[in-house]
């Protein structure tokens, strides 16, 4: 079965640069997707399309894609930036979907 | 602005059937879209379920698909959930969402729903 596989967590200092990244057979082709979740709230759209930002959502947040390994890069990560991020995409025939397993990003 | 709420049981025996329905706001079910059931057991991570489009084609995670059914219903503009023999594993929040897909920034979810597999 198709598999997205994410780093447990990641720690930054404020002001840092958090990577978080997520693996999987299928993305090189297939898009990547990144959402954001804080406690207690469902997920938000950071990233859709590999590396497009939605409207709302601050600069420093970016996304690339390279093989079989996409990126969700927060430049200059702040408090509020922490939370659980997943990836998200599809299986290579594009019925399935899939989330990673989740990576929680604290900022300290 | 799409807006989505799931209804149903906070409650269901073991063995039992969890059903759901997600009622669709500000926008068409019958629109050129995927229709989603995404859930997170308490601390864990998020599952998807499976969707639906209009038409009534579905797609189904492979590890639940001999107990989900997905189903549409146009006049009432929602869709819903059925997940048989449900045991404690499948205790956990449920969302309706209709997640961005190729060339959209457009994703809606639902606030979730608790659901409680307990006898």
């Known amino acids: 079965s198709f598999e997205l596989t994410q780093p447990p967590s990641v720690s930054v200092s404020p002001g840092q640069t958090a990577r978080i990244t997520c693996s999987g057979d299928a993305l090189p082709k297939k898009y990547a997707y990144w959402y954001q979740q804080k406690s207690g709230q469902a997920p938000v759209l950071v990233i859709y399309d590999d590396s497009k930002r939605p409207s709302g959502i601050p600069e420093r947040f970016s996304g690339s894609s390279s093989g079989t390994m996409a990126t969700l890069t927060i430049s200059g990560a702040r408090v509020e930036d922490e939370a659980d991020y997943y990836c998200?995409?599809?299986?290579?025939?594009?019925?399935?979907?899939?989330f990673g397993g989740g990576t929680k990003l604290t900022v300290l | 602005q799409v807006q989505l709420q799931e209804s149903g049981p906070g409650l269901v025996k073991p063995s039992g059937t969890l059903s759901l329905t997600c009622a669709v706001s500000?926008?068409?079910?019958?629109?050129?879209?995927?229709w989603s059931w995404v859930r997170q057991p308490p601390g864990k991570g998020l599952e998807w379920i499976g969707e639906i489009y209009h038409s009534g084609s579905t797609n189904y995670n492979p590890s639940l698909k001999s107990r989900v059914t997905i189903s549409v219903d146009k006049s009432k503009n929602q869709f819903s959930l059925k997940l048989s023999s449900v045991t404690a594993a499948d205790t956990a929040v449920y969302y309706c969402?209709?997640?961005?897909?190729?060339?959209?920034?457009?994703?809606?979810w639902g606030q979730g729903t608790l659901v409680t597999v307990f006898s």
């Open positions: 969402a209709r997640l961005a897909a190729a060339g959209t920034e457009e994703d809606y």
């Open positions: 500000g926008g068409s079910i019958s629109s050129s879209n995927w």
């Open positions: 998200y995409s599809t299986d290579s025939s594009g019925n399935h979907g899939v």
